[in-house]
T-cell receptor, first 115, second 113 residues
Framework: AQSVAQPEDQVNVAEGNPLTVKCTYSVSGNPYLFWYVQYPNRGLQFLLKYITGDNLVKGSYGFEAEFNKSQTSFHLKKPSALVSDSALYFCAVRDMRAAGNKLTFGGGTRVLVKP | EAQVTQNPRYLITVTGKKLTVTCSQNMNHEYMSWYRQDPGLGLRQIYYSMNVEVTDKGDVPEGYKVSRKEKRNFPLILESPSPNQTSLYFC????????????FGPGTRLTVT
């Protein structure tokens, strides 16, 4: 079975400071890893994904994430947060060996960027 | 514009009254899926479809039905809704499986009283 943990329900950060949203995962095989963002009253939007290759993945809106296989983590980062980054962030994993395209999501982390 | 649409966006109904939430995508995607979002639980997959006439259960299929008669449409059916199905529902699609990201609809907020 595959699972995702986002240990922080909420992250508060001042505008201009670095932002990190944590994610750890568990899969039987090799993982596909995704980050999505949800703005109020909107659907989820894709930010970035790790499939293979370079452990540092760059995505939309200046976000990046680092895949760490030994720690089974895929933390989302942004060097300088904006107030407009305030949203709900979801990490998701898919086991490469799993049938279908089942995505398992974490519980979400709310990010609040204060001016 | 490439998009996934859902209707209705908001629905309040009573226990036992059958309802359907429609989902349509205009990207010719093979894969479609339904999720429910509940606080603290993230999104949980209800059903998914790999292609026309091919559907399978996700993690929480009880109380739901789906059909995939056309590639673009993937309706979610609640034959006899109950209060524990009050939730925010999302439809998603992707070109295929494996490494593809999914495209999400705007969501349907369902309240069952």
């Amino acid at each position: 079975a595959q699972s995702v943990a986002q240990p922080e329900d909420q992250v508060n950060v001042a505008e201009g400071n670095p932002l990190t949203v944590k994610c750890t995962y568990s899969v039987s095989g090799n993982p596909y890893l995704f980050w999505y963002v949800q703005y109020p009253n909107r659907g989820l939007q894709f930010l970035l994904k790790y499939i293979t290759g370079d452990n540092l993945v760059k995505g939309s809106y200046g976000f990046e994430a680092e895949f760490n296989k030994s720690q089974t983590s895929f933390h989302l980062k942004k060097p300088s947060a904006l107030v407009s980054d305030s949203a709900l962030y979801f990490c998701a994993v898919r086991d490469m060996r799993a049938a279908g395209n089942k995505l398992t999501f974490g519980g979400g982390t709310r990010v609040l960027v204060k001016p | 514009e490439a998009q996934v649409t859902q209707n209705p966006r908001y629905l309040i109904t009573v226990t036992g009254k059958k309802l359907t939430v429609t989902c349509s995508q205009n990207m010719n995607h093979e894969y479609m899926s339904w999720y429910r979002q509940d606080p603290g639980l993230g999104l949980r997959q209800i059903y998914y479809s790999m292609n026309v006439e091919v559907t399978d259960k996700g993690d929480v299929p009880e109380g739901y039905k789906v059909s995939r008669k056309e590639k673009r449409n993937f309706p979610l059916i609640l034959e006899s809704p109950s209060p524990n199905q009050t939730s925010l529902y999302f439809c998603a699609s992707s070109p295929g499986t494996d490494s593809y990201e999914q495209y999400f609809g705007p969501g349907t907020r369902l309240t069952v009283t």
